[in-house]
């Protein structure tokens, strides 16, 4: 008779355990199972090992990489890695800062909080870009064509060159068509420099008189007739409101006054001139600030028109505004909340001049109307031209050891524009009236549209 060896107890409870799967096990049932599976992987590696020494040190090094490492092992974990202190340097937590910033050289350096400030941005290159686009891009973006006012009625005058050489494709329509080939146009001007409120206006209306143009007219007539509201654009929305706004402002200079403004404002500068010819006799205070210095222009047209003239910085402002009886600004745009978007600086002036109670009126059009609301101007701004215009003392020294640029440990930020709180400003004069800070949001009511 044959009797069988008695089954191993090992194998017996690993087949019992291997018949029930994970779910069915009870948690003591799990836990002996893991034992015993660690236990198998620790004698095969002490079966791998030279001798029976080696085979245990194995098995030890083995068990300790499989536990997880605790609290009071992390630390020495972390600084194994560590970077050996060099004299001068400070390293902590394994890490040498000047190391870092060593490794750092040649990245792009800066505050990155104001990244989004960059006003260069690569051109994509897509689609026919017609050469009056371009040149007024390479304009826009070295700052030659400066102003709402100015960037508008360049681009409006590029966009009519733009329209006279257009030739429609066949199988398709001048209404549809042209408004696909002005998009690379305009995204190569947005490219070149941030896109101005005024300029976003003026191209939603080209479009709009784009798309409603009569299929059924010839081409040339409809594209002269394109040019001709361009024309009627410029003409009605800023040379004739200049106008009306420089007769309404010029009412409230009174002889004697002595009329503050900041800056160079196209609008203000014509309404200062419309008052002197009308034989008023008033002085005025240009107050300037870098990085443009705007202001000197307005300054050199005031005095050879024979106005009696003061220029100042923006520093001095606390000494010369208890001299002012009127103040003057110029506005990039105009927000529905009453918020004045304009040259940095602005708010600075217009805050001081209401600590003094002195009136702060505002000359703008109303195509620089935006139905949007802007808290602040950090969220959206522009950055200034730097090199140019960041000279320092003393004047003995060669322009080109005088003039800073952005450097490996330095980065020049010059915001171009600022927000001026309603709060601050007493009117805002515009071509349909006077108009108070709390009911700018009217304005498109008084042209007669509905605001979206």
Same mark, same amino acid.
């Given at each position: 008779m044959v009797v069988n060896d008695p089954p191993n107890n090992g194998q017996s409870s690993g087949q019992a355990f291997a018949q029930k799967s994970m779910k069915q096990m009870t948690k003591a049932e799990r836990r002996e199972l893991q034992e015993k599976q660690r236990a198998a992987k620790a004698e095969k590696a002490a079966a791998a090992g030279a001798g029976g020494g080696g085979g245990k040190q194995n098995q030890k090094q083995q068990q300790?990489?499989?536990?997880?490492? +605790?609290?009071?092992?992390?630390?020495?974990?972390?600084?194994?890695? &560590?970077?050996?202190?060099?004299?001068?340097?400070?390293?902590?937590?394994?890490?040498?800062? *000047?190391? !870092?910033?060593?490794? *750092? *050289?040649?990245?792009?350096?800066?505050?990155?909080?104001?990244?989004h400030f960059d006003r260069t941005k690569p051109t994509s290159?897509?689609?026919?870009?017609?050469?009056?686009?371009?040149?007024?891009?390479?304009?826009?973006?070295?700052?030659?064509?400066?102003?709402?006012? &100015?960037?508008?009625? *360049?681009? !409006?005058?590029?966009?009519?060159?733009?329209?006279?050489? #257009?030739?429609?494709?066949?199988?398709? +329509?001048?209404?549809?068509?042209?408004?696909? #080939? =002005?998009?690379?146009?305009i995204n190569h001007l947005k490219a070149a420099r941030p896109m101005s409120v005024t300029m976003g206006n003026a191209i939603r209306q080209l479009k709009l008189e784009i798309s409603s143009t009569d299929i059924d007219l010839p081409e040339q007539d409809a594209k002269d007739a394109l040019c001709q509201k361009i024309d009627n654009y410029i003409r009605d929305r800023i040379i004739i409101a200049d106008e009306v706004i420089q007769d309404t402002a010029g009412k409230k200079i009174k002889d004697g006054?002595?009329?503050?403004?900041? &800056?160079?404002?196209? /609008?203000?500068?014509? &309404?200062?001139?419309?008052?002197?010819?009308?034989?008023?006799?008033?002085?005025?205070?240009?107050?300037?600030?870098?990085?443009?210095?705007?202001?000197?222009? =307005?300054?050199? /047209?005031?005095?050879?028109?024979?106005?009696?003239? +003061?220029?100042? !910085?923006?520093?001095?402002?606390?000494? =010369?505004?208890?001299?002012t009886s009127l103040v003057f600004l110029g506005a990039h745009s105009l927000h529905s909340n009453g918020a004045v978007f304009s040259r940095a600086g602005t708010a600075l002036v217009a805050m001081m001049a209401k600590a003094h109670n002195v009136p702060v009126v505002v000359c703008c059009e109303t195509y620089k109307f935006s139905e949007g609301v802007v808290l602040d101007s950090f969220t959206r701004n522009e950055l200034a031209p730097t090199g140019l215009f960041a000279s320092e003392f003393p004047l003995s020294k060669p322009p080109s050891s005088r003039t800073l640029q952005n450097g490996p440990n330095l980065e020049i930020l010059n915001p171009l524009y600022d927000l001026t709180p309603p709060t601050s400003i007493t009117a805002v004069v515009t071509e349909v009236g006077i108009i108070p800070p709390n009911s700018i949001s009217s304005i498109p009511l008084a042209l007669g549209r509905q605001s979206v």
């Open positions: 300790q990489q499989q536990r997880p490492p +605790t609290l009071k092992e992390m630390p020495s974990r972390k600084l194994s890695n &560590a970077v050996p202190p060099t004299p001068g340097r400070i390293v902590r937590d394994g890490r040498d800062p *000047a190391g !870092l910033a060593d490794d *750092a *050289a040649g990245r792009a350096r800066g505050l990155r909080i104001f990244q290159g897509k689609g026919n870009i017609h050469p009056a686009i371009v040149r007024l891009g390479l304009q826009f973006s070295q700052f030659k064509i400066s102003g709402a006012n &100015a960037r508008c009625i *360049a681009t !409006l005058t590029a966009f009519k060159t733009v329209i006279q050489d #257009y030739v429609t494709p066949p199988d398709s +329509t001048l209404s549809r068509h042209l408004l696909t #080939y =002005l998009s690379p146009q006054d002595v009329v503050m403004t900041y &800056a160079r404002s196209s /609008v203000v500068e014509k &309404a200062l001139l419309n008052a002197h010819a009308e034989g008023k006799q008033f002085s005025a205070i240009v107050v300037d600030s870098r990085p443009m210095f705007e202001g000197k222009r =307005l300054l050199r /047209v005031l005095s050879h028109a024979g106005i009696a003239c +003061t220029y100042s !910085l923006l520093p001095s402002i606390g000494s =010369l505004i208890t001299e």
